[in-house]
């Protein structure tokens, strides 16, 4: 049934206002020193005509892996598309970075690290961050090289980073211990490490920075805890729940993972902000482990997967207010369409639904900062790897930006199919609100009432929904000669909008 919205800005209730830094990114530890990563799809499975071969997991996770040399961040694109989005967190973590050495004076690798980040490498990210005005945000080692599982955490490596990054202008501002901790025994952690060791160690390093590094907020635990997310505050069960119980034991059994609660209650040292990981579900890398959690690109629209990323929120509300500080920011340290490097339509327009619905819906729910993955690798990047060619979410998020300001209002709409709408401020501190508007309906066209006069921002696929490229009121959004941006400007319109089917709209009055 195709729907009809009338915006009226006049009735809109005021909910909150923003960190200005809610739309940041990760790049990973194994970006920067070289390393494994999620394997690239190939063109024909990305176009949905070739289906993605299952994993041998006889071999872990090397069949899905495939090895990329460091990204160049002293890349001139890079840059230059990372500063178009402002000022950002800038987030280096990940399961590589639990296990990294700090080489900064060239001596080589100990054993019980799994690979080893130099001083040149850590120089060019800190030059990078430092050009795109970002803020630096990491966690640490913690692995059979440090210390074994008996002994306490010692910061003997996480000094060397620490140091270096000040003494460099660039400081590391934020820190999480360690990447999903309740991912025991898949995380990197020494051998034998248990949920009471990870306490025993977190409070030592949260206290370790409180005394030697004041200026440096803490944040975690930084986890994907199933349990948590199973049911929401107001009883929601989760949209792609698991009630298969021998999924659920085959999952446990390949994946051991220990909860929220196990992690933190008895702590002493807590964090200054609540953080978790969030993926709406699994891709096609993964389908066959957790099929329960895969979403089909039937399903990419469907109010199930879009629901996902306000309900994870609303589940965590009580871990923020029990664990860190009530009613504060939470931050998604690590968010993507599909865990296990995005699905084949990630680095497609079909992308664009689900990250624009994923930052309004947030929105409405708590402030915050939510860390894509990544900025440029995997097909989840918002950038290509290699090339950094903007894919159609890069230009979503610097549209985000641009128009939508830091104070959210309730819409006044409920969300339905072929209705998600959201409201903010203007980005530019005129008066006037910034409507999102998204017909994630595959077949019926929406109607939008405009109250006066807009600039409309509407953006399409370029002649389907898995296209490479997106539309901007009809004009394709790549870049010019010497890397020029496209136009990004809207059309003026008036009386009414007719929303094609999976068309987004930024709409500004």
Known sequence: MAEYIKLNPGALTRLRTLNPRLISYNVEMTEVTGGT???????????????????????????????????????????????????????????????????????????????????????????????????????????????????????????????????????????????????????????????????????????????????????????????????????????????????????????????????????????????????????????TMMPSAFTPFEGCMSEEYLGAAGHTARCFLSYRDKYATPGGEMWVTESGDAGAGGHTWASTYAEVIRTLNEIGSFATVTDGVIFHNTLASSDYGWLKHGTFVPRPSYFAVLLWKKLMGNTVYDSGESIRPGAHVFAHSRADGKDGIAYLVINNSWEETTTVELPKAAEVYTLTGNGSMRSRTMLLNGRELVLGENDELPDLCGEALSGKLELAPGACAFIVL
């Open 37 to 287: 990563f999620w394997k690239a799809y190939t063109d024909a499975q990305i176009d949905g005509t070739e289906q993605v071969p299952p994993p041998d997991f006889s071999k872990g996770m090397a069949s899905m892996h495939q090895w990329y040399d460091p990204i160049d961040t002293t890349n001139p694109r890079l840059i230059k598309l990372a500063k178009e989005l402002g000022s950002c967190w800038v987030r280096v973590s990940g399961t590589w970075a639990t296990r990294t050495y700090y080489d900064f004076d060239g001596t080589g690798m100990p054993e019980g690290y799994f690979n080893h980040l130099k001083k040149d490498q850590w120089i060019n990210l800190l030059n990078f961050v430092k050009a795109v005005n970002g803020k630096l945000k990491i966690s640490v080692a913690n692995c059979d090289g440090l210390h074994s599982h008996d002994e306490p955490w010692n910061p003997s490596q996480a000094k060397l980073i620490f140091d270096l990054s000040r003494e460099h202008g660039c400081p590391i501002e934020a820190v999480e211990f360690v990447n999903e901790p309740n991912m025991l025994k898949n995380t990197g952690f020494p051998a034998d490490y248990t949920a009471a060791d990870f306490r025993r160690d977190q409070d030592i390093f949260h206290k370790w920075v409180r005394e030697n590094y004041p200026e440096c907020a803490i944040i975690g635990p930084s986890d994907t805890d199933p349990n948590a997310m199973s049911v929401d505050a107001y009883g929601n069960p989760h949209p792609w729940a698991n009630s298969n119980p021998d999924e659920t034991a085959g999952i446990a059994a390949a994946l051991p993972y220990c909860s929220t609660a196990d992690l933190m209650d008895g702590c002493q040292e807590m964090p200054d902000i609540f953080s978790y990981h969030y993926y709406n579900g699994v891709s096609e890398r993964m389908a």
